[in-house]
């Protein structure tokens, strides 16, 4: 099983629309979570960190939940400067591992005008 | 704003070659990796680094290996070239502790034929 596994899509969704990203992990030891966006032939950017209360930044709502150890992200008014890969990444739980990240192999979005 | 810079974005070498890859992050990060990410896969972690002079391996270190000798400076080994370590390199930064977030160069693409 994949530490961190996501929908590879591709979610071809029309501008203005609503999508949403599931991302489940496996380390219940993992603390701290994130999604990064991935451009095409571009390397890997801080979208938003994850917060166990949920956290909104604009049009983006990310949510996580410890017991099913589950994230999502939720992209409103979807526009077409969001096509991109969203990749869900968590870090490797404690001691040593704390420093590192695992990363989803991502989901692929288009946005369609 | 945090800066990683990577020697090439495209580099072209043939089997049985020495490789050096070479990042560089102006930021006074402890922590650097080194990345590679293929399709299907996603990123995977070769090596990263605490601090000069120390290195720990990531998933996937074999046949590579890495070398800080300065603090922002971290080198990406690949001893003797194979056409499967044809892939995106990408290295990354970040501060220590587990909600770090790790800031990427923009990766080289590498060939080996």
């Known amino acids: 099983r994949k530490e961190v596994e996501q929908d590879p899509g591709p979610f071809n969704v029309p501008e203005g629309a609503t999508v949403a990203f599931n991302c489940t992990y496996s380390?219940?030891?993992?603390?701290?979570f994130f999604w990064y966006r991935q451009d095409c032939r571009k390397e890997p950017k801080l979208l938003m960190s994850?917060?166990?209360s949920g956290n909104e930044d604009g049009r983006f709502t990310a949510q996580l939940n410890r017991a099913s150890q589950y994230i999502s992200l939720l992209i409103r008014d979807s526009k077409l400067s969001d096509s991109a890969t969203y990749l869900c990444v968590v870090n490797g739980g404690y001691g040593g591992a704390t420093n590192k990240l695992i990363f989803g192999t991502g989901t692929l979005l288009a946005v369609q005008p | 704003d945090v800066k990683v810079t990577q020697s090439s974005r495209y580099l072209v070498k043939r089997t049985g070659e020495k490789v050096f890859l070479e990042c560089v992050q102006d930021m006074d990060h402890e922590n650097m990796f080194w990345y590679r990410q293929d399709p299907g896969l996603g990123l995977r972690l070769i090596y990263f680094s605490y601090d000069v002079k120390m290195k720990e391996k990531g998933d996937i270190p074999e046949g590579y290996s890495v070398s800080r000798e300065k603090k922002e400076r971290f080198s990406l080994i690949l001893e003797s070239a194979s056409t499967n370590q044809t892939s995106m390199y990408l290295c990354a930064s970040s501060t220590p502790g587990q909600s770090r977030t790790q800031y990427f160069g923009p990766g080289t693409r590498l060939t080996v034929l």
């Open positions: 994850v917060y166990s």
């Open positions: 380390n219940s030891a993992s603390q701290s």
